[in-house]
């Protein structure tokens, strides 16, 4: 069984600074992407960031510069931290792997359960 744990997230005034992190679990063979989602209450999930296995990043144009992703491929985790952070940032923020499990004939795009993130004075 393949999982994607995340821990991380919380509440935090305008300004402040969160981290996240996901590891990914189970019957992997090899990880191609990783990167972060977020969903906000009405609004489409929307990519944040990835990082691709040897390091190459994008960022949505609205965390450019306030956001950092990183891996660590030995552990198979994901990081992001934010800083800056504004209200706008507030969402369920999702991690998210492309998969190439043992046995498998495909890549597959895998999801973690979601964590909440909110920023509020």
């Known amino acids: 069984q393949v999982q994607l744990v995340e821990s991380g997230g919380g509440s935090v005034r305008p300004g402040g600074s969160l981290g996240l992190s996901c590891a990914a679990s189970?019957?992997?063979?090899?990880?191609?992407?990783m990167g972060w989602y977020r969903q906000a209450p009405g609004k489409q999930r929307e990519l944040v960031a990835r990082i691709g296995s040897g390091g190459s990043t994008n960022y949505a144009d609205s965390v450019e510069g306030r956001f950092t992703i990183s891996r660590d491929n030995a552990k198979r985790t994901v990081y992001l931290q934010m800083n800056s952070l504004k209200p706008e940032d507030t969402a369920v923020y999702y991690c998210?792997?492309?998969?190439?499990?043992?046995?498998?004939?495909?890549?597959?795009?895998?999801w973690g359960q979601g964590t909440q993130v909110t920023v509020s004075s």
């Open positions: 998210n792997a492309d998969l190439f499990l043992r046995y498998s004939t495909a890549w597959k795009a895998y």
């Open positions: 189970g019957s992997i063979f090899s990880i191609n992407y």
